[in-house]
C-alpha cells in the first residue's frame, strides 16, 4: 500500500511539473516574432511601395511609375546610364545594368529618386554604401532634402532623397493672426490719416469738399469781403 501511495505521488508530481513548464520561445528561424514597423515618411512609404510592387510590376520602369502615383506634384520617370547622376555630386554611379530615375517635373522640390538593377553576381551592400556615402542632401542649391532612404530586394535597389512629409507645417498659437482683429483695427474714420499703417490722430484733416449746388460753410469765403467800397 505504502509503495502504491508512493508511485500515485510521484505521478502527480510529474504531471504538475509538466503542465507548469513554459516552452522556450522561438527567437530566431520560422514563427519568430517579428515587430512590424509601419513606414511614417514620405521615402519609407516609397521603399515599401517598392517592395510591394517588385513581385508584380512588369518591368522596372513600371516599378519606377508606382512610385510617383501619389506623389502631390508632377513627376516622370527617365532612364538613366552609369557615370553622374543628379544627387551625387562627383561622384560617378556605377555597377547596375540597368537604372531609372523618378522625381519632379520642376526643379525647386528637394527629391529624387532611383530604381537601380544590378548583376546578379553584383556586390549588393558595396553598391548602396557608394550611394550613401557620396549622395549630398543638398545637391539642389535652392532647397535640401530632409531623408535618405534606401533599401533592396535580391539585385534591385530603391534610392530616394525627400522631404520626410509635404504637409505643410501648423503655425504656432502665437504667431497666428486674428483677421477679424486686424480688420477691426484697420477701420479708421473716414476723415482720419492712416500713416504707415498706424492712425496718426494729431494729422490735420480737411473738411469734404462740397459738391457742385452745395454750400460748403467751412470752406465757403464771403465775396463781400472783397467788396470796394
Same mark, same amino acid.
Given at each position: 500500500?505504502?509503495?502504491?501511495?508512493?508511485?500515485?505521488?510521484? %505521478? #502527480?508530481?510529474?504531471?504538475?511539473? #509538466?503542465?507548469?513548464?513554459?516552452?522556450?520561445?522561438?527567437? !530566431? %528561424?520560422?514563427?519568430?516574432?517579428?515587430?512590424?514597423?509601419?513606414?511614417?515618411?514620405?521615402?519609407?512609404?516609397?521603399?515599401?511601395?517598392?517592395? !510591394?510592387?517588385?513581385?508584380?510590376?512588369?518591368?522596372?520602369?513600371?516599378?519606377?511609375?508606382?512610385?510617383?502615383?501619389?506623389?502631390?506634384?508632377?513627376?516622370?520617370?527617365?532612364?538613366?546610364?552609369?557615370?553622374?547622376?543628379?544627387?551625387?555630386?562627383?561622384?560617378?554611379?556605377?555597377?547596375?545594368?540597368?537604372?531609372?530615375?523618378?522625381?519632379?517635373?520642376?526643379?525647386?522640390?528637394?527629391?529624387?529618386?532611383?530604381?537601380?538593377?544590378?548583376?546578379?553576381?553584383?556586390?549588393?551592400?558595396?553598391?548602396?554604401?557608394?550611394?550613401?556615402?557620396?549622395?549630398?542632401?543638398?545637391?539642389?542649391?535652392?532647397?535640401?532634402?530632409?531623408?535618405?532612404?534606401?533599401?533592396?530586394?535580391?539585385?534591385?535597389?530603391?534610392?530616394?532623397?525627400?522631404?520626410?512629409?509635404?504637409?505643410?507645417?501648423?503655425?504656432?498659437?502665437?504667431?497666428?493672426?486674428? /483677421?477679424?482683429?486686424?480688420?477691426?483695427?484697420?477701420?479708421?474714420?473716414? !476723415?482720419?490719416?492712416?500713416?504707415?499703417?498706424?492712425?496718426?490722430?494729431?494729422?490735420?484733416?480737411?473738411?469734404?469738399?462740397?459738391?457742385? %449746388? /452745395?454750400?460748403?460753410?467751412?470752406?465757403?469765403?464771403?465775396? !463781400?469781403?472783397?467788396?470796394?467800397?
Amino acid at each position: 500500500m505504502k509503495k502504491f501511495f508512493l508511485a500515485l505521488l510521484a %505521478g #502527480a508530481l510529474i504531471l504538475t511539473a #509538466a503542465a507548469c513548464t513554459k516552452p522556450a520561445e522561438n527567437t !530566431d %528561424g520560422e514563427g519568430a516574432d517579428v515587430e512590424v514597423v509601419e513606414p511614417t515618411t514620405v521615402g519609407t512609404k516609397l521603399a515599401k511601395t517598392f517592395k !510591394d510592387n517588385l513581385a508584380t510590376a512588369e518591368s522596372n520602369e513600371a516599378l519606377a511609375n508606382t512610385l510617383i502615383v501619389d506623389l502631390p506634384f508632377m513627376a516622370g520617370v527617365m532612364p538613366v546610364e552609369e557615370g553622374f547622376l543628379s544627387g551625387f555630386d562627383n561622384y560617378e554611379v556605377k555597377g547596375f545594368s540597368e537604372g531609372y530615375m523618378f522625381g519632379p517635373m520642376m526643379g525647386s522640390i528637394a527629391f529624387v529618386g532611383y530604381v537601380f538593377e544590378l548583376p546578379a553576381d553584383a556586390d549588393v551592400e558595396a553598391f548602396k554604401t557608394g550611394l550613401s556615402e557620396n549622395a549630398n542632401l543638398r545637391w539642389n542649391i535652392c532647397v535640401e532634402a530632409e531623408e535618405m532612404v534606401i533599401d533592396n530586394v535580391d539585385n534591385k535597389v530603391f534610392f530616394v532623397m525627400c522631404p520626410t512629409s509635404f504637409e505643410e507645417p501648423e503655425m504656432p498659437e502665437d504667431e497666428m493672426i486674428d /483677421e477679424e482683429i486686424v480688420d477691426d483695427e484697420m477701420l479708421v474714420d473716414e !476723415d482720419t490719416e492712416v500713416v504707415g499703417g498706424e492712425v496718426d490722430e494729431e494729422a490735420e484733416v480737411l473738411p469734404p469738399v462740397a459738391e457742385e %449746388g /452745395e454750400e460748403n460753410l467751412d470752406n465757403e469765403i464771403s465775396a !463781400d469781403a472783397f467788396e470796394v467800397e
